[in-house]
């Protein structure tokens, strides 16, 4: 599935794993947005990183579902547009998409640098 694919689905459910260290003693957490035509989005996404539909599917099924108020914003709405971060005309894959929703909304991942 390409981004483009996604563009009109309804999104349908959210989970998340969280694991308070791995092998590397480091924090680390996935989210990953189903949508209707039972295809995963999955955060974060490392471009580096070959993606393995079957890995991600069995993540899925056993991450917890999101259960808060909020997530009320989110679900059942469609996916209408991707947007993405260029640097000096060139898309900057190394930047995170955000991901706009029919209510205008919009989902992405956020990450903090501290110095």
């Not at 689905?9 to 791995?22: A, D, M, R, V």
């Not at 471009?47 to 991600?56: A, D, M, Q, R, V």
Request: with cysteine; glycine share 2%.
């Amino acid at each position: 599935m390409t981004l483009t694919d996604s563009i009109g689905k309804i999104i349908t459910e959210i989970k998340y794993c969280y694991n308070p260290e791995n092998k590397y003693g480091l924090q680390e957490f996935e989210s990953f947005i189903k949508i209707d035509n039972d295809k995963l989005i999955q955060i974060p996404y490392f471009p580096t990183k070959e993606w393995n539909e079957s890995e991600t599917l069995k993540k899925f099924e056993l991450a917890r579902k999101v259960e808060s108020k909020p997530i009320e914003l989110i679900l059942n709405l469609k996916i209408i547009n991707y947007h993405f971060k260029y640097f000096e005309n060139e898309l900057d894959e190394m930047e995170k998409a955000i991901i706009e929703l029919e209510n205008g909304l919009y989902i992405t991942e956020k990450m903090d640098h501290l110095d």
